[in-house]
């Protein structure tokens, strides 16, 4: 079973939230500070830990590159008192997963445990993140359809130069596999690799992720810290969801790219950097120029080179291999022989719309591959969804419902009762899923 330590010094705090993870199918385990949450580690291999920043004897921050320095496979979440205090980002910077704001964020915990938990999964079966960088080249990239032979062309060939590189295409396409083998590919793949999601980040707490701060220079900034432009040089930074950076910020970016330095927060001197910059997006950034959204200087200066990854629907001719590659990573991690596969199974996945792309036809396989019973796969085997799109179900509505209960059944019995893991394998939120186990009636 899935196991999780609480780290937290109100009793109340704890027994609510090992309540509600302990419905959600974990086994929880409580600790009231660091000496205590350090003791219980060595004795248990724990997956999760959710811990408070303000401990009796130490400082959550702190204790985060203690937890990790012992039990690396671990993912940590740090709950913080206030959103925009700078010891969530330390601790991000010292190993964390991701960090939350107590009481304004109980709606994000099951689903950002059942992230983390996949992750620590991960983590025991590939090593760290820094570890699995190596298995990313263009040669692990699945496609020989035209349109993915000439991105990956594109990408080969800019790969060896230092030129700022723009990863156009909608969600799931890929981006951040391509921006990984171009840097695996470069000069520069003995150094770090350095991924910032823009979009995960208030402006505030994104300057400071990306550039650093001096100590003092604001609440609650006790020490200087290093940004990731700092952490990325004579390497790659890839700053992902670019279109969602504040318009003041892009400025100071600009800045980077002209001049190869920046200043600090709290700074009056420029700190010089090194660092490899690849941008990517889903949005149509000169849509944005319009709209005043984003700066056209920076547009032109990121997309120096630019390279448009195709969405699924596209390159429709890459299915039947991405699928394959799909069943056979999954059959090996459920234990399960790569099963048989009709015809029909592979004309509806190239019939379906895939709005997700590679990323949706990566997690419609893995459902498939659970709810398979006899060691071949048809369009049975199929999301509902996918089956009413393509009309290969008719009847009245109580037999749709009836097939769903039992497609959700199937699914929270791989997952051992854990929701989120359900919500995210059936593609659904997980208010809707509550909302169905309890119209079907399901136990």
């Known amino acids: 079973m899935d196991k999780v330590l609480i780290v937290d010094d109100e009793d109340q705090i704890r027994c609510l939230l090992a309540r509600l993870l302990g419905l959600e199918g974990y086994e929880v385990y409580e600790a009231e500070d660091c000496k205590a949450a350090l003791k219980k580690m060595d004795t248990i291999s724990v997956d999760v830990a959710l811990c408070d920043v303000f401990l009796p004897d130490g400082n959550g921050v702190d204790l985060v590159l203690q937890m990790k320095k012992k039990h690396p496979e671990t993912?940590?979440?740090?709950?913080?008192?206030?959103?925009?205090?700078?010891?969530?980002?330390?601790?991000?910077?010292?190993?964390?997963?991701?960090?939350?704001?107590?009481?304004?964020?109980?709606?994000?915990?099951?689903?950002?445990?059942?992230?983390?938990?996949?992750?620590?999964?991960?983590?025991?079966?590939?090593?760290?993140?820094?570890?699995?960088n190596g298995q990313y080249s263009f040669e692990s990239i699945i496609g020989k359809s035209a349109v993915m032979q000439e991105s990956i062309s594109l990408a080969r060939k800019v790969s060896h130069t230092d030129v700022p590189v723009?990863?156009?295409?909608?969600?799931?396409?890929?981006?951040?596999?391509?921006?990984?083998?171009?840097?695996?590919?470069?000069?520069?793949?003995?150094?770090?690799?350095?991924?910032?999601?823009?979009?995960?980040?208030?402006?505030?707490?994104?300057?400071?992720?990306?550039?650093?701060?001096?100590?003092?220079?604001?609440?609650?900034?006790?020490?200087?810290?290093?940004?990731?432009?700092?952490?990325?040089?004579?390497?790659?930074?890839?700053?992902?969801?670019?279109?969602?950076?504040?318009?003041?910020?892009?400025?100071?970016?600009?800045?980077?790219?002209?001049?190869?330095?920046?200043?600090?927060?709290?700074?009056?001197?420029?700190?010089?950097?090194?660092?490899?910059?690849?941008a990517a997006t889903n949005r149509d950034l000169k849509k944005e120029i319009e709209a005043g959204n984003f700066r056209e200087d920076l547009f032109y200066r990121l997309s120096v080179f630019c390279i448009h990854l195709p969405a699924l629907r596209e390159h429709i001719e890459d299915i039947p291999l991405l699928a394959g590659k799909y069943m056979e990573d999954f059959s090996a991690r459920l234990g399960k022989k790569i099963p048989a596969v009709s015809d029909g199974f592979y004309r509806l996945l190239e019939q379906y719309e895939w709005k997700g792309n590679v990323r949706e036809l990566r997690n419609v396989i893995e459902r498939c591959l659970i709810v398979c019973d006899e060691g071949s796969l048809s369009e049975k085997d199929l999301p509902l969804d996918m089956r009413k799109s393509a009309g290969t179900i008719t009847g009245d509505p109580w037999e749709l419902a009836s097939i769903e209960r039992l497609h959700i059944g199937r699914v929270l019995q791989y997952t051992k009762g854990n929701k989120s893991e359900a919500a995210r394998l059936l593609g659904i939120g997980l208010t809707t899923l509550y909302r169905k186990i309890e119209e079907y009636g399901i136990n």
């Open 75 to 132: 993912e940590i979440i740090l709950l913080t008192a206030h959103g925009n205090i700078p010891d969530g980002v330390q601790a991000i910077k010292n190993g964390a997963f991701d960090y939350i704001t107590k009481g304004d964020d109980n709606n994000k915990i099951i689903p950002l445990i059942g992230r983390a938990m996949e992750q620590a999964k991960m983590n025991r079966q590939g090593g760290s993140g820094k570890q699995r």
């Open 166 to 278: 723009l990863l156009t295409g909608e969600t799931g396409t890929g981006k951040e596999v391509f921006a990984q083998s171009i840097h695996m590919a470069s000069p520069r793949s003995g150094r770090s690799f350095v991924a910032v999601n823009c979009s995960a980040f208030t402006k505030d707490l994104l300057e400071s992720e990306m550039f650093g701060h001096k100590a003092g220079a604001f609440t609650g900034a006790m020490k200087e810290k290093k940004g990731l432009f700092e952490e990325a040089d004579k390497g790659t930074i890839f700053l992902d969801e670019i279109g969602e950076m504040a318009y003041d910020l892009q400025a100071k970016l600009l800045r980077v790219l002209e001049t190869g330095e920046y200043i600090k927060i709290g700074e009056t001197k420029p700190t010089k950097v090194d660092a490899r910059v690849i």
